[in-house]
């Protein structure tokens, strides 16, 4: 549009002299807006103090292209009034109105005219939106002075990444202007910020102090952005340089123990007393000093992170030995099940299995919970980024199709008062981390299809994200290798300081960093060089132009080149690795964790097309050395060599570490189980619990239909608002074979006992998968423990419980495990207390659903339908929620009956196989009356329950309330059933032998009741359960 | 027999679904990356229909479909007017249709983009929404779609809201039969939301050009195509496909009668 804008605007940029104006300012406006508007008002003075650069700081306006883009007046702005309310939250009032505008810096290569082309071909909608323009080196317009015009008076706000960090629509912006030639052969740079402007609501203008807390608890995350207040001095500088580009020596052969740990500290390295002598002794042996580059990929491989050194190490627990956990346990089951169809388990980057006419699908959740609880956007964001590329990363590449997700976080309605200091408040951390993952995950074009929330105080100071993904593979795509001779690629995204000891990090105390350590620990995601990785790899997959492929995650190219070359070697030309900006040191570049990076071996006669592949998406591919049959892991800056280790040292060098467990004391006080005076009170409390509320205002910001593989999406019913238990999907167009996707989780169980919390959140993921149609007998399950400090033995003890808990329920329930993670040092510390996160086992199960079509949803369908309650109850009330509601600890934690509970499962599945389930719903949080509301106001159809035949376990009846226990116990293995009465003698023989009930019917009344004979027990309008369920925190 | 072509660029993410849409429809269906249109122009004569799917292009930086939009202002300004001009149809699909609206193509073809009076722009809400919702065929330029006829469809958006330059702009869409697609109940009348997911003027979900050839929707067709797509499909009887296969079916024939 080129030639037809100039006329619109009041003045080019070569009209306005510089020394002429306190600011060189243009408006550039939509076509309608009348020309009196435009003039860029230089009569109008500053009023206020704010925007009016003050005289005692030194500080330079950038040197850069600033164009502000605002709405135009008369056009709402929801941005801006979403910050209003989000003020008013934490309690700032007396501002009347909001607007945020978007801000670009563009350097001065780029030239007036192509100046204002770019600001009005590709920076502003011509229909809504104005801008203001000032040239490099200028100070703005004074915001008052723009403001006069329209008759406000504003107060301004700038926010900016800092230096480093990640600014995706800046690459996006510098790329569009490379290809384009808009700014001729200028290589123009570009970044970002955010200008929010405040009116006030009184005479007089906000306090800074207002303000500058305004930046910071809504508007900016000092960890990831600069904020400015009363200041128009962004920067446009890059990152300082860091070490001089030389080999580094180490001196470490000499040092003392004191000294060793120095070193580890003030390097943050992470490393032990023991693998500090361990590397000293190899040191001395060689003859040398270790080069910074060697200590530092010591350190990485040699991370809990990487090596999983409690899970994997000797634990003495209370005088028995228990060398490697994780084998004795986990790895264990999956062996001794031996399942023909799990093709790849525990070494890949995912668990692979089976699914249908060639094709296998894998599954693989990671924790990014540090992270998160510093930048709670960036750090959910990096983290669904980090799992979708372990996706990419097994065998030679699996494509994403789906996304799940997991929170636990402290309560939303915490009151200000009781955040300890130093902590973001539960619900800034749920709405972040909830941000980051529907902004990556829809940007990627994968659904988000199944997840949870969970709410507990003990997550306030450290809040758990887990981020999973499934991906489908072509069965011949599943195994990998790498021969010497192979060039080592590396595609994606350029490398940063980003990230670099983010794991070290994140474990000291936070807020008290310098920036620099900061901004380079905490990452922001780049979804859309992702997207291009995932598109060029796949192609280049099928055109089988690599031979091995594995992720840049923890320890960046380190680990990557350092696992893929682990059995021949490798040597790499540092200098070779394209850079986001100049500065960094050989071994920054090695350890750097900058995301959306994968590396690949390629055979070298197949180099060029492979290139060629990742070109045509836009996707840097770059080779930056070669595997060896060396043995050795070579490092060379520019000729030099930075680092030389032995594979072997490097992978099998490190000391096993000893850790003391001690068995949990089980608290096994039992209050007994209270009756209920009101129960439908207590239902519709319970419906309204955190832990039990809907969570639609999370489900409906992701994208859960994209790819158009859905069955069952995560909410169901009439009105789309009943929870669903898993997702189903249907991955290849041609076959109606699926899979199912669900979860289970229960800190409150995980307080009580850790062995019976293990058995039954693999029961409750079980029960989802296999309620909407997954087959119990080809499911696998995935496991991810986030754990407290577990140097302390209690806690290390609760993990050996919690593990033998795993192996004893898939064993018993013929699940493997194949594929987990760890994350086993969650506290935080407040004063002198230390607050360690509830043990919290995360399960996700993936079942091959036989046949889409007969897939079952939660809500009740048609009135005169039966209703079954499968499974026994118990007086299992430990961590449960009726407890909660009543303020009563104590009780014994759900545990599933693992004789009984698999056949259970069976017997639910042969029903629904064989086409006799209308509508199944598994009972958990909040127990049979909770499962029965969901199930009726989703269907909008009433019931009729009678508890009287429900199966009971045998229980003490003077201490327990009957009612109580059989409409809010929360005993494993239960479900909910309806069947047709046509369906229902052929459902009852598919059951023989199980414990079942037939317990009411629905109805066509608009409520829903349940009874015991003549006693009525809850009674309540549909209406009114779902009103509750929709009652608790919205975001 | 339709010849379907499918662009794609970064980011460009729905080109699986719609693929396999328009295939079921009845088309043969290539996927191209921009670049190899934009080095090869011609390439867009041996098409009669020409789609942009949804997605996030360019990570809808800077604003939803505004790169991918100058793109196509910057490299193909004159063969997509050309290939409109010869009879050929464009379909744009949510970020599709972002990206159509930011070419100017949905203005009429001899208006330049940068009198554009048309926006798409960030949904009421403040944030992404995805949910299932009902379409009606409005009278429109598009004969090939069945006017009155009320059809779920899922939309998945956050820059869903239609706003015009001003009022003129709506009363000339409407006289010029632009207005294809709104929101309305399940039952057909008047929405609000959720209904209307996006807070969209007049609660419109879909424009054509004044040919009815061009179209572009927020909503997502191809994503109600299988028998169990739609999210209730549990709670009615058996079903042989879903109701977005009828929309792909309609424009895959009337583009096949271009060259007929």
Redesign the interface.
Known sequence: MGQGAPDRYHATAAEHPRERLPALHLVLQGACVPKSCVLASNSVAPTAPISTPSSAAPKAPPQAWRVEVFRRPQVDDPAGAAAVAALREVGIGGVRSIRRGQGYLLSPELGADALARVASQLLLDPVLETARITAPGQWPEPANAAAAREGARRQRILVMRRRGVMDPTALTIEQVLQRSALSGAAVVRVLTFVVWELEPLGAGPLERAVLERAAREVFANDVVDEYFVDDEALHFDFPAPSAPRVVQHVPLRDADERELERLSRDGQLSLSLDEMLAIQAHYRARGAEPTLAELETLAQTWSEHCKHKTFTGVIDYDGERIDNLLKQTIKAATLELNKPWCVSVFHDNAGVIEFDQGWNVCFKVETHNHPSAIDPYGGAGTGVGGVIRDILGVGLGAKPIANTDAFFVGPADLPAEKLPKGCMHPRRILRGVVAGVRDYGNRMGIPTVNGGVWFHPRYIGNPLVYAGCVGLMPADCTNKSVEPGDAIVVVGGRTGRDGIHGATFSSLELHDESQVVSSSAVQIGDPITEKRVTDALLRARDARQYRAVTDCGAGGLSSAVGEMGAECGAEVDLELVPLKYPGLSPAEIWISEAQERMVLAVPQEKLAALLATFRAEGCEATAIGRFTATGRLDLRYRGELVGSLEMHFLHEGNPRPLRRATRPVIDTSDPGVPACPDATAMTLALLRAPNVASKEWIVRQYDHEVQGMGVLKPLCGERDDGPGDAAVLQPLPHSQRGIAIGCGANPDYGLRDPYAMACAVIDEALRNVVAVGGDPSRTAILDNFSWGNCKKPEQLGALVEASRGCKAAALAYQTPFISGKDSLNNEFRSGDETISIPPTLYVSALAIVPDVARSVSMDFKRAGDFVYVLGMTHAEFGGSQYFAQLGLSGGRAPRPDLALAPRTLRGLHAAIARGLVRACHDLSEGGLAVAAAEMAFAGELGAALDVTSLPLGAFDAARNDRDALALFSESCTRFLVEVAPESAAEFERTLAGLDWARIGAVNSASRLTITRGAVTLVDAQLQALRAAHQGGFKG | MTRALVLRA?????E??TL??LEQAGAVADLL?L?QVISAPSRLDEYSLLVFP???S??????AG??LG??L???LGAALAGFVARGGYVLGVCNGFQVLVDTGLLEGVSA????????L????????????VTLRNERSACRWLDAGVLWPT?V?HGEGRL????EATLKRLEERGQIALRYVTREGASASYPELPNGSTAAIAGLCDPSGRVFGLMP?P??N?????H??W??TA?RPNGEGLEFYRRLVAAAGAVNA
Request: aromatic share 12%; hydrophobic share 30%.
């Open positions: 970064a980011g460009v993410n729905c699986r679904e396999l849409a990356h670049q949804g997605g996030f360019y990570g809808d930086d800077i604003a505004r790169v100058f793109e202002r910057t490299f330049r983009p940068s009198d554009r009076t048309i926006a722009t960030a949904n009421v809400s403040g944030h992404y929404e995805c949910r299932w899922p998945a706003m015009f330059k001003d997502h191809e994503r195509v299988t028998p169990w797509h999210p209730r549990t709670r058996p």
